[in-house]
């Protein structure tokens, strides 16, 4: 029998590990955190739940997005389509859910995938009860995306 704890949970709120953001940060140097509470906020410019980051525009910033997993669908859907014909990078810290249709309509060769090796330990909670992977969507005139392509 598959535990309910591996899709489930009574609260979204999972608060990345700082080491985790920190490595990603100097990598991708973020700006914008559009689902964050200001105890977990990542970066300086964040919307939180009452601001609704899935109703705000986030074209031309490097997003970091750790969304609540209850809505998971829709956040990777909107870190989708705001990178498609802008300079928008979204990173996303998500479940490894292969299975699910956001996972093959919209990040499965539309996307850079890096699974994480063991279980994230989310800050402030036990280790996760699902496997975790990295999502990077990178927007369609990113200028590291146009020297790909060259």
């Not at 490097?62 to 809505?71: K, L, M, Q």
Request: aromatic share 14%; hydrophobic share 30%; glycine share 4%.
């Amino acid at each position: 029998m598959i535990s309910e704890t591996l899709y489930s949970s009574k609260s979204d709120e999972w608060y990345t590990p700082q080491k985790l953001y920190e490595e990603l940060d100097a990598e991708f140097h973020f700006n914008l955190d559009p689902c964050a509470t200001p105890e977990s906020a990542k970066c300086e410019m964040y919307y939180t739940k009452e601001q609704d980051g899935l109703s705000q525009k986030w074209g031309g910033n490097r997003v970091f997005c750790n969304p609540p997993y209850s809505e998971i669908n829709k956040w990777v859907e909107k870190a989708y389509r705001e990178t498609r014909e802008d300079n928008t990078l979204v990173v996303m810290l998500i479940p490894a859910r292969t299975d699910t249709k956001f996972f093959h309509n919209y990040i499965y060769g539309r996307s850079e995938v890096r699974f994480i090796k063991g279980r994230v330990h989310f800050s402030g909670a036990d280790r996760a009860p699902f496997p975790s992977m990295i999502v990077i969507f990178r927007g369609a005139n990113l200028k590291e995306n146009n020297a790909e392509k060259k």
